[in-house]
């Protein structure tokens, strides 16, 4: 007996694109390590964290990428500091480039929180003055 094929097809959303993007920025990351392109490994970082948030998100595990951002840009920044003080061959480039990474990650996420705020606070107000004068 078959199963009936339209409760499946109308729960499929399509492939998602984020997995590419976390392969794209981890590569990115390290090959801007290895040929000591600090921006490149930072771009890529950044590249890494914005995909784990948006899977986090799309996955419903998650309300709000923001957070999931800034939590992520904290983890970076202490990995960032412990490889600096590994000072080892190597590790320095590295961790400089993950705790400049985690740095921007816990700017973008504030900035984005009071964006989201802001326009928030502006839609409501406008709400409650268009019902304030409709009563």
């Given at each position: ?6 409760d ?11 997995p590419?993007?976390?392969a ?6 390290e ?10 490994s ?6 890494f964290v ?9 996955a419903e595990?998650?309300?709000?990428p ?10 970076l ?19 400089q ?18 964006f989201?705020r802001?326009?928030t ?15």
């Amino acid at each position: 007996m078959m199963s009936d094929s339209s409760d499946s097809d109308s729960t499929f959303t399509g492939a998602s694109p984020w997995p590419l993007f976390v392969a794209i920025g981890f590569a990115l990351s390290e090959v801007g390590v290895v040929l000591g392109l600090r921006p490149v490994s930072v771009a890529g970082l950044l590249l890494f964290v914005g995909s784990v948030a948006g899977i986090l998100t799309e996955a419903e595990y998650i309300a709000e990428p923001a957070k999931a951002a800034g939590v992520q840009g904290l983890i970076l920044v202490g990995l960032g500091i412990l490889l600096i003080t590994q000072n080892q061959n190597g590790t320095t480039i590295r961790g400089q480039s993950i705790a400049i990474a985690g740095i921007l990650c816990l700017v973008g996420a504030l900035v984005w929180v009071g964006f989201v705020r802001r326009r928030t606070r502006a839609t409501v107000s406008t709400t409650e003055t268009s019902e304030t004068t409709s009563d």
